[in-house]
């Protein structure tokens, strides 16, 4: 059974700072606008970060969609963000590795059928990441155990028309 990067900070003692992310396109629960989304121009939303904490040294995100139907599918994973309290719609990030779509890029929304929940998991980490950028989402999570000092989540649903 694979430990979570936050059950690796609760055993070694560390305290994760809990996050809140938001959006000024959506709240949480809320349906993401089609622009966000590959029935729109397929562009990241942006995010809002409180309760940055102190120590941070960059920010890693992770966007899925635990209703996809054979596996959680990874819309975006990127690291090495620098600290923020906001990223701006339609970001360019250096380092990001490649999601379920084969891509090293934001990959909106695009459900084969019904609501899908869309997860952007936004991590706090004490240190930069040496990562490739064929990287997989196993594989940020792997380099990430025990640098996690905060966490934080949106999500949104979508549903094609």
């Known amino acids: 059974m694979k430990i979570s990067t936050f059950d690796t900070r609760r055993k070694t003692g560390l305290d994760i700072v809990p996050m809140h992310i938001t959006s000024p396109e959506f709240t949480y629960n809320d349906y993401i606008p089609a622009r966000f989304t590959c029935d729109g121009i397929n562009i990241s939303p942006p995010l809002d970060i409180d ?13 899925d969609d635990p209703d996809a139907p054979i596996r959680p599918w990874v819309h975006w994973v990127a690291w090495n963000i620098p600290a923020s309290q906001h990223l701006k719609e339609d970001c360019l990030l250096k380092e990001q590795g490649i999601n379920d779509f084969r891509e090293h890029k934001y990959g909106g929304p695009c459900p084969p059928y019904g609501t899908h929940r869309y997860y952007f998991k936004v991590y706090a980490l004490d240190r930069r990441l040496d990562l490739p950028v064929q990287s997989s ?18 999500m949104g649903r979508y549903r094609r028309r």
């Open 51 to 63: 309760h940055l904490p102190t120590g941070t040294k960059c920010l890693a995100i992770i966007v």
């Open 137 to 154: 989402r196993n594989e940020l999570e792997k380099a990430m155990e025990g640098r996690v000092i905060g966490f934080g989540e949106l």
